[in-house]
């Protein structure tokens, strides 16, 4: 060996120094391999881990950073640990030779020795041959070992074997699910990249939210996708914490119901290996706050603007060929809209149907999703129903069925009229009633009453009617008011017909007059129901005091206090008819007011009857009806022995009893009151007239009376009551009989004045009978001269059909009026007879003997024989003689206007 100097200086020997850095090299070999082997192990490790843990679910971010972090511990830390370790650490030979301590201590020593030597100046100088000497025998001492199993604590390979196992797994799931593999490994290397983890069980892609009805079942659907590796039987999904609800598969999908929700939380979704999160809301459903439909009505209507109608209520009424449009605003902002299941356009919340023409009945339904891709809960249906123009209707108020019209009186009424669009006017028609006799011109004519307009649906309006600003005849008119509307072509709507008896002043006259006859013939039949009343209560007054308390005549003092209410019910409905009667006579001129005061008058008596007198009397028989029959504290009010000590009174009448009852008690100590004259009989009976005993009660005092009906009495009649006295149901009874004698009185008089008021209308009814005859005698002169020149100078034979029909026609109304002429003729008897005024007669007389009724009928001979020249002769003729009778009775009584 040769050992270099370099100014006696001794170096490593060269044999030495190679192989302490071929094993240096050999360390730093064996010890990367180590680290890195060590990182490797630690980062397929750490795939591996999130690799598994991607199978199971979906490993979260910071699951896979600490696994990445992790897996790099080892490249990061332990390999510059390892390379500070052995590879920094060992740059010089000393170091190197120290690592040779692990396998050879000794020669380790020696060669740190050698290196120590070479190092150091001062052993060199002491001994230069020795330290060659030393340096020459450890170099060849070292040259018999080999350094190359020396590294201390050698890991390489186990760290080899360490991370081959889990490399040969990474590489085999590599291999073998590549898909899997490399999105674990992406997923690995990148933990902060949204990379969604790989499954065998691939699903579309489900929203990260969704919002769901609120407080109702929803369904949630997860579907396989085409080119899915694994297809489960069966899924699970989960709703927050609650119990996980299992469904098999549907083909490639999974149908999920869950439970109504209230509160927003995560659904998991569990298909095989794939875990899903949705985040679910529950939220109320999109709804329809208005729905409206816009009109646009046919042209005939006329209307200045399109209808708008709210059709929340699922109806929509228009009428045939209407376009309509329906416009919807919903509470959220929509996405989507259909109208019978066709797409429609929407504007933020509103959508918009476009219009259609109505012809027909249909039904429509509206559907629609928001923003949050909720929909209806169940479609809105609106069912479209096509109308016709429905005809108006009129109606009156005020307006009686039948009613009577003087020719110059206004009678005024209201109308209603009402169509679903709009009244055009509102009018009135008449028709008179042809009669041959009374109306053989009968009037016909109308007039409009208000008009109305496109828009106005209703239309009130206030109607009059006058004949004679129309220029009707006296007569009895059809009168219909109608209405019409815009539909062309609609014929009038009438109302019901109403009867008008338009009479002339004289007519109307006669005519009120036989209705206050047929009032007072009424009037009389209560009197006498009353008089009937009354001679019943005299008949149970009568009675001794046993029989009088019996309840059966208790129950005829009950009867007979019902019947007088009735009868006063009945008086009381009389007297308002003729207040009725009353008002209609002051309409007509030919009524003075003289005798419309005294109706009046007689009126006001009557009602004082009915509404006082007749109830007071009914009171006091109900309350005799429950009397007692005891003697009453009060003394008798008749029939005492007492009247006798009176100074008799002026007395008409006949006593036909010759006996005489117990003598009188002493006069009274007070100023007797003048007697009041009465009417009175006195039978005889064979009845004991009654002895007068000393405990017998006084007579009561006499008053001042009162004029009383005759009276008609039977002496010894009846047991006298026990002390004079009589009891407090006889009391009630007398003092009704008395009330009622009283009232009857007054109603003699009131009907004696009215009978007066009648006997005075009725004479002057005949003026204006003769009147109205005379006038219709003019009336058929005038006819028949019209129609003299159609068949003046023709034979009888040669007279066509229309003046044949004429004259027919003329004769029925001559033959009427005969008629007419006749019954007055006998009604003017009748009245004469019950009157005896001789004008009367007089005017009577000349009828007879002038023989009127037969020369009228002859008249409408002469007509029909086309004798016209000689009939209107004639008729002119009787039309002066009925005028001039008619005036002959105008006078004192029978005035001219009554």
């Known amino acids: ?115 120590e030597l070479a190092h150091s100046d001062f052993e060199q100088g002491r001994s230069h041959e020795l330290c060659q000497a030393a340096m020459r025998q450890v170099d060849e001492q070292s040259q018999g070992h080999d350094f190359s199993h020396a590294v201390p604590h050698p890991r390489h390979k186990r760290w080899a074997l360490a991370a081959g196992f889990p490399l040969c797994l990474a590489l085999l799931a590599l291999l073998l699910v590549p898909a899997a593999g490399g999105n674990a490994l992406v997923r690995w290397l990148m933990p902060w990249a949204h990379t969604e983890r790989y499954t065998f069980a691939q699903l579309e892609k489900l929203p990260d939210k969704v919002y769901v009805p609120y407080s109702e079942r929803f369904d949630f659907e997860a579907t396989l996708k085409e080119d899915t590796e694994w297809s489960p039987e069966t899924a699970k999904i989960r709703y927050g914490r609650q ?104 504007d933020g919340s509103t959508l918009q149907v476009p219009g259609w023409n109505v012809t027909d009945n249909t039904e429509f339904h509206l559907r629609w999703r928001d923003n949050l891709t909720l929909t209806e809960k169940q479609p809105f249906r609106v069912s479209v129903v096509a109308m016709d123009d429905r005809a108006p209707t009129v109606l009156c108020d005020k307006l009686a069925r039948v009613q009577i019209l003087l020719e110059d009186e206004v009678l005024s009424f209201d109308m209603m009229a009402e ?25 016909l004519g109308e007039t409009v009453i208000a008009a109305g307009g496109p828009e106005m649906a209703n239309l009130n309006c206030r109607a009059s009617f006058s004949a004679k600003s129309q220029g009707v005849a006296p007569q009895t008119l059809i009168v219909r008011m109608y209405v019409e509307d815009y539909l062309p072509g609609r014929q009038r709507v009438y109302t019901p017909e109403y ?105 006001v008596s009557l009602k004082d009857i ?22 009453s504290d009060k003394p008798p009010t008749a029939g005492s022995p007492a009247d006798s000590q009176k100074p008799s009174a002026p007395q008409v009448g006949n006593n036909r009893d010759q006996k005489t009852g117990g003598g009188p008690p002493p006069e009274d100590d007070g100023k007797p009151k003048p007697p009041i004259p009465s009417i009175s009989d006195v039978e005889s009976s064979f009845n004991d007239v009654p002895e007068k005993k000393d405990g017998d009660a006084p007579p009561p005092k006499s008053g001042a009376g009162k004029l009383t009906l ?86 009888l034979k040669d007279i066509n059909e229309e003046s044949k029909l004429a004259s027919t026609k003329v004769d029925e109304r001559e033959k009427a009026q005969s008629d007419d002429v006749y019954i007055i003729q006998e009604d003017l008897q009748a009245f004469f007879n019950r009157v005896q005024d001789g004008k009367f007669q007089t005017v009577l007389n000349e009828m007879k003997e002038m023989r009127v009724v037969t020369h009228l009928r002859d008249i409408g001979g002469q007509v029909v024989d086309n004798m016209q020249g000689r009939a209107i002769a004639h008729a002119e003729f009787w039309s002066d003689h009925l005028d001039r009778w008619a005036e002959q009775l105008v006078g004192p009584g029978c005035p001219g206007g009554t």
């Open 1 to 115: 060996m040769q050992l270099h100097s370099g100014h006696d200086h001794l170096e490593i020997p060269d044999g030495m120094r190679e192989r302490l850095e071929h094993f240096r090299q050999r360390v730093w070999i064996v010890k990367i391999a180590e680290g890195l082997l060590a990182a490797l192990f630690g980062l397929v490790l750490s795939y591996l881990f999130v690799f598994v843990l991607d199978r199971l679910w979906d490993t979260p971010t910071i699951v896979r950073v600490a696994c990445l972090l992790g897996g790099m511990l080892g490249l990061a830390v332990w390999f510059p640990m390892k390379m500070h370790r052995w590879v920094w650490r060992t740059q010089k030979l000393e170091q190197v030779a120290r690592l040779l301590r692990f396998s050879f201590p000794r020669l380790s020593d020696q060669m740190l020795g050698i290196i």
């Open 243 to 346: 119990r996980p609800i299992e469904t098999e598969r549907a083909g490639e999908k999974y149908e999920f119901e869950l439970p109504p929700q209230k509160e927003a939380d995560k659904l998991t979704v569990k298909v095989g290996d794939a875990r899903k999160q949705v985040a679910v809301e529950p939220t109320s459903r999109p709804e329809l706050k208005s729905v409206a439909a816009e009109i646009v009505l046919p042209a005939y209507l006329q209307y200045s603007h399109n209808l708008q109608r709210d059709v929340r209520g699922g109806v929509l009424s228009v009428v045939k060929g209407s376009n309509v449009k329906i416009r919807a605003e919903a509470t959220r902002e929509l996405t989507a809209a259909s109208f019978n299941d066709k797409s429609i356009s929407v």
């Open 419 to 443: 169509d679903d669009f709009g009244v055009r006017q509102v009018g009135l028609e008449w028709e008179g009633i042809e009669d041959p006799v009374k109306n053989p011109h009968p009037a």
């Open 499 to 603: 009867v008008l008896h338009v009479l002339s002043p004289e007519e109307h006259a006669i005519w009120l007059t036989s209705q206050m006859r047929k009032w007072f013939r009424q009037a009389q039949e209560v009197y006498r129901q009353e008089q009937q009343l009354h001679e019943t209560n005299k008949e149970l007054r009568a009675l001794p005091t046993d029989q009088l308390a019996s309840p059966e005549n208790r129950r005829r003092i009950e009867t007979q206090a019902a019947a007088e209410q009735a009868n006063g019910r009945r008086l009381g409905a009389l007297t308002m008819a003729g207040e009725e009667l009353v008002k209609q006579a002051a309409r007509n001129d030919q009524f003075n007011v003289a005798t419309l005061e005294g109706w009046s008058d007689m009126l």
């Open 610 to 631: 009915a509404n006082n007198r007749m109830p007071s009397v009914a009171d006091l028989l109900k309350n005799a009806s429950t009397a007692p029959a005891t003697p």
């Open 710 to 795: 005759p009276v008609t009495t039977v002496m010894g009649g009846g047991k006298p009551q026990e002390g004079g006295q009589c009891s407090a149901q006889q009391e009630e009874m007398d003092e009704a009989i008395a009330q009622q004698e009283d009232l009857l009185a007054e109603f003699a008089k009131v009907a004696e004045e009215l009978q007066k008021i009648l006997d005075n209308l009725e004479g002057s009814t005949f003026v204006k009978r003769l009147k109205a005859a005379s006038r219709r005698q003019q009336e058929i002169a005038n006819d028949v001269n019209k129609s003299v020149n159609q068949s003046f100078g023709v034979s």
